[in-house]
């Protein structure tokens, strides 16, 4: 029995040194890393965006009865964040529609949330002001950051339905058969609780954030992973705004973001998609409509195509679906300060396309 003893002491001891020395290891390059990527990444004061979202089973929702106030770097300026209950942004409104009030809501990205700017600058609550001059409109903003139509497809069914709609607004960018990177279970591959614990290691973790970055997503993305942004060089080194050919190699090195709408497979699913909002429209009695955002770089280029357009117009023409082009109305506007980057709105931009959807969604009243 003593000898039994002995042996597991021989060995008890080396493990807790080799574990000591492996946990000394982490804090020591976790620190060296915080040295390095701190300012790489700084953590923005506030609440970090992973704390805004759930990930459920079909991709983000936003998190209920948030508000908060926060600097974004996007604007440059200081918001006032909310959610509602049903984690819609904004104020908090009734499951049943108050009487002779028709409400609109509205599905889409960041674009569509545009949590950088305050509620009232972003279109859905310009068009609200706008159309609520002349009758009581209620106008909700329903946009979740990075999500698709899949996305939003399920952000309906489970929650949208219940506010009982009168009008559904899609609002449609380019890469919405797939956001950047993926659909969020996607990205990671990993079951939901997981990926959330991931994420949080992520924003806590410069030593994690770094083998994630470098290793995981190459792991589970392939070799495609680091290609994903390699449309920004063609971004900044080509005359994309006059050269035909750069524009259209520009395109294609997005083919994992907005270059997708180029790509005939994509429109598949994309459409899929709209075949079940239009299902859920007539079994549930609302109207629906679409508005079509453009990539920022076919509003500034003088030889851009307008491709995705005309193929998702085809669509709602052949559905009798009511489809609203955002293109040749922003290109008006082009040398006008209506872009953060290649799509997000600034307030002006939003102030330019609020009328035109107004008047859009006029005759569906």
């Not at 106030?69 to 509602?84: A, C, D, G, I």
């Not at 984690?87 to 529609?97: A, H």
């Not at 489970?158 to 609002?171: F, M, R, S, W």
């Not at 429109?267 to 709209?274: A, I, N, P």
Request: aromatic share 12%; glycine share 4%.
């Amino acid at each position: 029995m003593p000898e039994t003893k002995s042996k597991a002491r021989k060995f008890l001891f080396p493990s807790l040194a080799v574990l000591l020395s492996v946990v000394i290891t982490l804090a020591l390059l976790e620190f060296l890393f915080w040295l390095v990527l701190h300012q790489k990444y700084p953590r923005t004061p506030g609440i970090p965006s992973k704390e805004w979202v759930i990930l459920s089973g079909h991709g983000r929702r936003l998190r209920p009865n948030l508000d908060f106030t926060q600097w974004f770097e996007v604007s440059s300026q200081k918001v006032h964040f909310q959610t509602n209950s049903l984690g819609f942004r904004g104020r908090e409104i009734s499951r049943e529609k108050p009487a002779g009030t028709t409400r609109i809501l509205v599905l889409g990205d960041s674009i569509t949330l545009s949590a950088f700017l305050p509620e009232q600058e972003v279109y859905p609550g310009r068009v609200e002001k706008i159309l609520g001059a002349a009758r009581p409109v209620e106008v909700i903003n329903g946009g979740v950051y990075d999500t698709g139509t899949q996305e939003q497809l399920f952000l309906l069914k489970e929650t949208g339905l219940k506010i009982h709609p009168d009008l559904v607004l899609l609002g449609f960018y380019l890469n919405d058969s797939r956001p950047p990177w993926g659909f969020e279970n996607e990205y990671y591959r990993l079951p939901p609780r997981l990926t959330e614990i991931s994420k949080t290691l992520e924003q806590y973790s410069y030593l994690y954030k770094w083998v994630w970055k470098r290793f995981l997503v190459s792991h589970f993305l392939g070799q495609k992973a680091p290609l994903r942004l390699d449309w920004t060089r063609e971004y900044l080194e080509t005359d994309w705004r006059t050269d035909r050919a750069a524009f259209k190699r520009l395109i294609e090195k997005a083919n994992m973001d907005f270059g997708a709408a180029w790509q005939e497979d994509s429109w598949k699913k994309v459409f899929s998609d709209l075949d079940q909002f239009r299902d859920l429209a007539s079994k549930n009695h609302f109207q629906m409509a679409i508005v079509i955002f453009p990539v920022a770089l076919q509003v500034q280029s003088e030889v851009a195509d307008d491709y995705p357009q005309q193929k998702i117009k085809q669509y709602c023409a052949s559905q009798n679906l009511p489809c609203l082009d955002l293109l040749p109305i922003l290109r008006q506007h082009k040398d006008e300060n209506i872009y953060f980057d290649h799509c997000h709105l600034t307030a002006l931009g939003h102030q330019v396309i609020s009328h035109p959807i107004a008047d859009f969604l006029k005759p569906m009243l």
